[in-house]
């Protein structure tokens, strides 16, 4: 229920502002000052509840802002920025650990020379609670022959101490994490 409040749908203010006029008109042609104020009250609500949504972010859309943030630091090779983003307990197709994790992308984006990678599509999947699977298909631009776009399944953790980011995967073309029998050197 604390999801509707941080993630108002678009049809809700609107019945609000409705609600608002209906009930100031009502008022107005009754002369009652307290149903006109009553719709002023409602207003403000309205307006809060979307400040609130608007300022506040979901679990969902700090998972989202992350993944586009590791997108972003990959792109701009900013190895820094994608260590601070991942943590210690973070897997990805065998390696274990943001240090692992960006030093071998590090490497492998120079061998293969990565000019560009940019997320264009972003979907999302819940899981079991405290569980969400963002789903992104990341375009990539290299010196080699490469499929032009691939996906990936980043699957977070809510944990008491923040988000835990617990592994990163390639996907098939449901979104589904696909295992890895090779590891990463």
Not at 14 to 28: H, P, T
Not at 32 to 61: C, H, K, P
Not at 98 to 127: C, N, Y
Request: charged residues 20%; proline residues 4%.
């Amino acid at each position: 229920m604390t999801d509707f409040f941080f993630d108002l749908p678009m049809w809700f203010p609107i019945a609000m502002f409705v609600v608002a006029i209906g009930v100031f008109i009502y008022g107005n042609n009754r002369s009652n000052a307290q149903l006109r104020l009553a719709s002023l009250g409602i207003v403000v609500l309205t307006i809060g509840l979307v400040a609130l949504s608007y300022f506040v972010d979901t679990f969902e859309e700090k998972c989202i802002k992350r993944t586009h943030g590791i997108i972003a630091a990959v792109d701009a090779k900013d190895w820094n920025a994608v260590r601070s983003l991942m943590n210690g307990r973070t897997a990805v197709v065998g390696l274990q650990g943001a240090d692992r994790i960006a030093e071998r992308g590090q490497q492998l984006a120079d061998e293969f020379g990565l000019k560009q990678a940019r997320v264009l599509s972003t979907t999302t999947r819940p899981g079991s609670t405290g569980l969400l699977d963002v789903v992104v298909l990341v375009q990539h631009e290299f010196n080699v022959p490469t499929p032009p776009a691939t996906k990936w399944v980043f699957q977070y953790e809510q944990q008491s101490d923040g988000i835990l980011l617990s592994t990163i995967a390639p996907a098939d073309k449901d979104g589904t994490a696909v295992e890895m029998n090779k590891r990463l050197r």
